[in-house]
């Protein structure tokens, strides 16, 4: 997913939260997917919501839901945190991952920008049959000036991608 989808996106999530309340879920810090599951099943809305929206000074909204198959995602779950800070977000971030039917990661978006995308990072973090696809670009100026863009290829997947509860997810899948 490209840095201008992520920011749809989100943009998206926000004006759903907008319209739909306020938090219906407390997260944990590295709360294990299994619970994060558990309780979505328990939810009458069928996702899983947390919002904290101070105007002008902060923004910190986190999803939990379901996600049908498509070409792009396997059927399974998504775990979407979104942060930005200042007037009109002019600094943020936001992570997204995507689970399997067993609740196995199987991918990782990260975008993070400052001064309203003047300097952008955004990684990708994929599992592939040998294990983990890693890439990571920067741009600056709005996204019309690529820097550069590094891949590379990992047997394991790196810690500071890891949950609070390292499981299967974290290992290449068996050949």
């Known amino acids: 997913m490209s840095g201008y989808r992520l920011r749809h996106t989100a ?7 907008a319209l739909s309340g306020c938090s219906t879920y407390e997260f944990q810090p590295n709360q294990p997917i299994e619970k994060l599951v558990a309780d979505l099943e328990k939810s009458e809305k069928g996702i899983l919501m947390s919002a904290l929206w101070i105007p002008l000074i902060t923004l910190d909204m986190q ?41 196995e990661l199987y991918e990782i978006q990260e975008y993070f920008d400052v001064l309203l995308s003047i300097w952008a990072t955004e990684k990708s973090v994929s599992r592939v049959p040998t294990g983990w696809r890693e890439e990571i670009r920067r741009e600056i100026l709005f996204g019309l000036y690529r820097m550069w863009t590094e891949v590379r290829y990992l047997d394991e997947l ?3 991608y890891r949950t609070g509860s390292v499981t299967q997810e974290d290992k290449a899948p068996s050949s």
């Open 11 to 17: 943009l998206g999530i926000l004006l759903l939260a």
């Open 63 to 103: 999803f939990f839901t379901y996600v049908d198959e498509t070409e792009e995602y396997l059927a399974g779950h998504s775990h979407f945190d979104i942060d930005a800070w200042g007037p009109l977000f002019f600094s943020g971030a936001a992570n997204e991952r995507w689970y399997d039917h067993n609740n």
């Open 158 to 160: 790196p810690a500071e």
